[in-house]
Nanobody, 135 residues
Framework: HVQLVESGGTSVQADGSLRLSCIASGDTDKIACMGWFRQAPGKEREGVAAIYSDDSTIYYANSAKGRFTVSQDNAKNMVYLEMASLKPDDTAMYFC????????????????????????????WGQGTQVTVSS
């Protein structure tokens, strides 16, 4: 098992920037990929970004490309999401997720390259941190 705790969410002005953090504990050696997801009120969960733990291969949602940056510090068991040019539509609860299965499928990769980060491969989830963007 791995446990994930997000932090850094707050209220910010439109066009502002914010950095979210996620720390993993437990059996972290099993983590193959980390992801960031978000869910806004009345909307379904949306994948934001994913990063592979071994080689740092990165995939972004189309809505995040050019504005968000995902990174990791494996020595600290942490993953980050830097968000810039924030919009009110970015308002959501942001969740950190981990894939400890090690499975990689072609359909998931194809979708990720097209800007859709699927949630199915991720088996561990944090409690979420709220990001509110006001105009």
């Amino acid at each position: 098992h791995v446990q994930l705790v997000e932090s850094g969410g707050t209220s910010v002005q439109a066009d502002g920037s914010l950095r979210l953090s996620c720390i993993a504990s437990g059996d972290t050696d099993k983590i193959a990929c980390m992801g960031w997801f978000r869910q806004a009120p009345g909307k379904e969960r949306e994948g934001v970004a994913a990063i592979y733990s071994d080689d740092s291969t990165i995939y972004y949602a189309n809505s995040a490309k050019g504005r968000f940056t995902v990174s990791q510090d494996n020595a600290k068991n942490m993953v980050y999401l830097e968000m810039a040019s924030l919009k009110p539509d970015d308002t959501a609860m942001y969740f950190c997720a981990a894939d400890t299965t090690g499975y990689t499928t072609t359909p998931w990769l194809v979708s990720a390259k097209r800007g859709f980060i699927g949630a199915g491969r991720f088996d561990s989830w944090g409690q979420g941190t709220q990001v509110t963007v006001s105009s």
